[in-house]
Each structure stands twice: as structure tokens, then as C-alpha cells.
């Protein structure tokens, strides 16, 4: 009979309190946030920032989806062209963009643009008289133009993430450790 209330002390202080309930951990609710940036391509993985730091552009002539690239031909009025290495679909110039230009930080996340429109609009002066009858278009486009993001396959995606624990006066900056996640190409 003491050997079995023994036994029971035991099961309950270690199976029930210790390993069912975690009776020795604290608990307490972590707040995290999170940044992604966009980052151009630099050699050897440089700080862009950093003096001496090169960018690892492609040329655009080696680029089979910018107009730039041998072979391709010019559609006319419209814009762009046609490659032969990508037929039936219709490329156009490429430029070249930084990471800040092109991406653009969202709430749980972040936009890379890959193609880049920059339109010219004027404002009708008919829709913007004193008290115009009707409006049929308020903006008109003077002039547009499209261009793709060379080498925006070679951009790296910064991701850069903090925890904290305010009842236990904690926190910690991913800046604070080191590491790298390589996702190999499939």
C-alpha cells in the first residue's frame, strides 16, 4: 500500500504537473514583426550601401525577354517587340531598377514589380471649370511608356524579423545573429 501511494505521488507530481500541464514553464504571449525589402543584385553579396560594393546587373542584350537582346523586332506605334527566344509574347526595353524602386512594402509582405509603366496624364480643364455640366474623361494620358526590370531574377529578397516579450522585459533583432537561408533552385 505505500509503494502504490508513493507510485501515485510520483505519477501525478511528474506525468500530470510536469509533462501533461508544463507545471515549470512560464507562459507568456511573444509579439513579433517582420520586414521584407528588396535588395539589387551585388557581387559577392556586398552591402549595396557599402563603399566598394559593385552591382551584378546583366546586360540587357543577354536578356531574352527585353528588347535589347539580338533578334528581337519592334512592333511599331504600340511598343515592344517580339524575341524569338520568347514567341508569341510580346517584350519590351528593359531598365535598370533598385530595390527600393521596385519594391514596394505591404502589410504582410511586399510587391516586386517586374514591369514598370510610366504615363504622362494631363487633367481635362472641361471636368475642372466652375460647375461643368458633365465629365467624360477627367484624366487623358499625354504619353506612356513600358519597360521591363532587367534582371529582377537575380534580386534577393531581405527578410528581417523581431521578437519580443514585454511582460518579461525581452527582446531580440534578427540583426543580433548571423545566418543565411540558401534556397537552392528547382
Not at 525589402?37 to 531574352?64: E, K, S, W
Not at 512592333?75 to 524602386?101: I, M, W
Amino acid at each position: 500500500l505505500y509503494y502504490c501511494a508513493v507510485l501515485a505521488v510520483v505519477l501525478y507530481i511528474f506525468v500530470y504537473e510536469l509533462l501533461y500541464k508544463l507545471g515549470y514553464l512560464e507562459f507568456h504571449a511573444p509579439t513579433g514583426t517582420s520586414r521584407l525589402t528588396l535588395q539589387r543584385p551585388v557581387v559577392g553579396g556586398c552591402n549595396p550601401g557599402a563603399p566598394g560594393c559593385v552591382d551584378d546587373f546583366p546586360a540587357t542584350a543577354d536578356l531574352p525577354y527585353c528588347c535589347q537582346a539580338e533578334g528581337c523586332q519592334d512592333e511599331g506605334e504600340g511598343g515592344g517587340c517580339t524575341c524569338p527566344a520568347l514567341p508569341g509574347l510580346r517584350s519590351h526595353d528593359c531598365h535598370y531598377y533598385d530595390g527600393d524602386s521596385i519594391g514596394i512594402p505591404q502589410r504582410s509582405g511586399i510587391l516586386v514589380g517586374s514591369r514598370v509603366r510610366l504615363q504622362r496624364e494631363v487633367v481635362n480643364k472641361t471636368c475642372t471649370e466652375d460647375r461643368p455640366a458633365s465629365c467624360a474623361q477627367l484624366w487623358s494620358v499625354e504619353n506612356a511608356s513600358t519597360a521591363f526590370v532587367a534582371g529582377i531574377e537575380r534580386f534577393t529578397v531581405l527578410i528581417d524579423h523581431s521578437v519580443s516579450v514585454p511582460s518579461l522585459g525581452f527582446a531580440a533583432h534578427a540583426r543580433d545573429a548571423s545566418g543565411r537561408l540558401r534556397v537552392a533552385a528547382t
